[in-house]
């Protein structure tokens, strides 16, 4: 059972904004904070009822904003201060909360804190950051090369995870903590609704075991910030790079005051080698068997399942699991069915709505994220120069990133210059308003799927009954509440008979327009939910 707080929570439905790839309205090929509150009518359409905003703080941008010098004033290129309080307002007027992006584990070298901290080994902010003479062997960085980076100044080395110039906060400091929980006061007072927290489970470290456990401390932590009376309203979703349920049930279980949720990053990077770059095609029943574990570690433990496929650091799903060169239509409305249809928090990545594939390019100049262009330098020697560009055009995370695609213009409806990064290069093809003229349009079955499940609290809230054999081609389950049922049956890659157990059944949404009750005959990727 829910406690009152999860039960509202049920209700969120989550669209994550990356607002340099947004939408720009000063003309400087940089979406801003004024674009996101221009799009806020076509999100409340949409039928979302929360915008996660990707971080928009003062930065040098080395990382697109996960790198902050300044956690409590805004990026100028995105915006100022006045921009997101009426941000704030305009959303909450349109029931649409806010949620901002917590970056607790690192900061930028240019923070005050890092200038500071660097100096000597003995001021107030000295052990802000982790610094030893020694590089500890136990971490290394996850964008290659050394965890580790020697100060000329402080004469020591301090620990980045990230970036040489992402320096990791040391949380063992309760000065640290104190700045932090400051960080969500400030931002809460102003009206935000929450957080997305960036690889909060690494704020707690242990430089004797390898770095991929999480360090002893990690729960006091999180309850320390988000447990507080100050805090414990704020819907908190973390990014968390776990994979145990004992651990799952322990972040997010309700009464402990944790997280209120966190990313389960099983079914994203299924299939997924050398750091996402390699491909490997996936099969839905493969997709299936993971979503109907995690449903049922969220089930059995009370826990609420954030239901997402597409984010700011994954190609787009679509262009991974199927054949999105024929049947992108079928495909798209397959997986926002099977995903949206379960319990749990259904989030959004901005252009998945009208189902953005991957773009490709030839040369390494088209790409613009550090990560990208690190594993280019490093790895070019060994793999060439064509493979290397093989495997970006596969699994880089600008592929998320090319601005979202308004309409079939010179820049795409998204700005009146040339923007920042290189637009998507199926723009033609692939464009909302292209989408939303076609008679299968991906954007209005979101609308229609979105719309159905507000409507329905057994979607929400309801038991997950699966009816369909583990062998079958197809996924066949009931959700039910009281005395309302519905039953979702979503076709996979081929064609299959599918015979409904019931004397009767109410078609609710399909994505085949030709189908007008539950006869049996199912083509590749149909779907069809029906009332009981
Ligand atoms: C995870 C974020 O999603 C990613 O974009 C970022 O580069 C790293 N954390 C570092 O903050």
């Known amino acids: 059972m829910f406690g009152k707080k999860y039960n509202d929570f049920l209700k969120l439905v989550v669209y994550q904004v990356y607002p340099r790839s947004f ?40 990382d697109n904003g996960y ?59 000295s052990d802000y950051y982790y610094w030893f003479d020694e590089p500890q062997a136990t971490y290394g960085s996850i964008w290659g090369g050394s965890a580790w980076e020697f100060c000329e100044e402080r004469q020591q080395y301090y620990l980045h995870r990230y970036h040489t110039t992402m320096p990791d906060l040391n949380w063992t400091n309760p000065k640290v903590r104190k700045e932090i929980y400051d960080v969500v006061d400030f931002w809460s007072g102003l009206g935000v609704d929450g957080f997305r927290c960036d690889v909060i489970t690494e704020i707690s470290k242990d430089f004797s ?3 991929m456990g999480m360090g002893p401390h990690i729960h006091e932590y999180i309850n320390g910030l988000f447990g507080r009376p100050e805090a414990e309203h704020l819907f908190t979703v973390g990014e ?22 966190m990313f389960q990053f099983e079914h994203i990077l299924f299939g997924k080698k050398k750091g996402g770059y390699m491909p490997e095609p996936q099969s839905l029943t493969a997709l299936r068997d993971i979503l109907i574990r995690w449903q049922e570690v969220s089930y059995e433990n009370d826990l609420l399942y954030p239901l997402f496929t597409d984010n700011h650091d994954q190609p787009s799903f679509i262009s991974r699991v199927g ?15 099977m995903f949206y249809t379960l319990r749990g928090i259904p989030f959004l990545f901005q ?15 088209d790409f613009r994220d550090v990560s990208a262009i690190n594993y280019y330098n490093y790895n070019k020697d060994e ?33 009146d210059v040339a923007p920042w990064i290189p637009l998507n290069s199926n723009y033609k093809e692939i464009n909302l308003k292209k989408d939303r003229e076609s008679k299968k349009s ?14 329905n609290d057994e979607i929400i809230y309801g038991e997950l009954k699966v009816l369909s054999q583990p062998e079958d081609g197809y996924w066949l389950f009931e959700r039910e509440l009281g005395d309302k049922k519905i039953v979702v049956c979503c076709n996979f890659e081929n064609e299959n008979k599918i015979t409904l157990p019931y004397n009767s059944a109410n078609l609710l949404i399909t994505n085949n327009l030709e189908r007008k009750d539950a006869s049996c005959d199912y083509s590749a990727y149909e779907v069809a939910i029906y009332r009981i």
């Open 351 to 365: 252009g998945q709505e009208f189902g953005t594939i991957s773009p490709h390019y030839d040369s390494i100049d």
């Open 67 to 125: 790198d902050i010098s300044d956690y409590c004033d805004i990026q100028p290129e995105l915006g100022n201060m006045d921009d997101i309080k009426e941000l704030i307002e305009k959303a909450h007027k349109l029931g649409i909360k806010i949620l901002m992006d917590l970056v607790a584990n690192h900061t930028s070298s240019e923070h005050k804190w890092f200038k500071e901290s660097k100096k000597s080994k003995d001021n107030p902010y």
């Open 442 to 455: 991906i954007f209005e079955f979101y609308k229609s799927l979105l719309k159905l499940r507000k409507e």
């Open 323 to 337: 054949d999105y060169k024929n049947k992108r239509y079928e495909l798209a409305t397959c997986i926002a069915t």
């Open 23 to 62: 939408k720009d309205t000063n003309s400087d090929g940089i979406g801003d904070l004024r674009g996101i509150i221009e799009k806020l009518d076509y999100l409340k359409e949409l039928g979302i009822n929360a915008i996660w905003i990707c971080p928009c703080f003062k930065s040098p941008q080395v």
């Open 240 to 261: 968390c790079w776990v994979w145990s349920k004992e651990e799952y049930c322990k972040l997010t279980k309700e009464e402990r005051k944790e997280l209120s949720t």
């Open 383 to 415: 793999l060439g120069e064509k493979t290397i560009l093989e495997h970006l055009n596969f699994g880089s995370r600008d592929n998320a990133r090319r601005p979202v695609a308004w309409d079939d213009s010179e820049f795409n409806g998204f700005s």
């Open 209 to 211: 075991k390898n770095q």
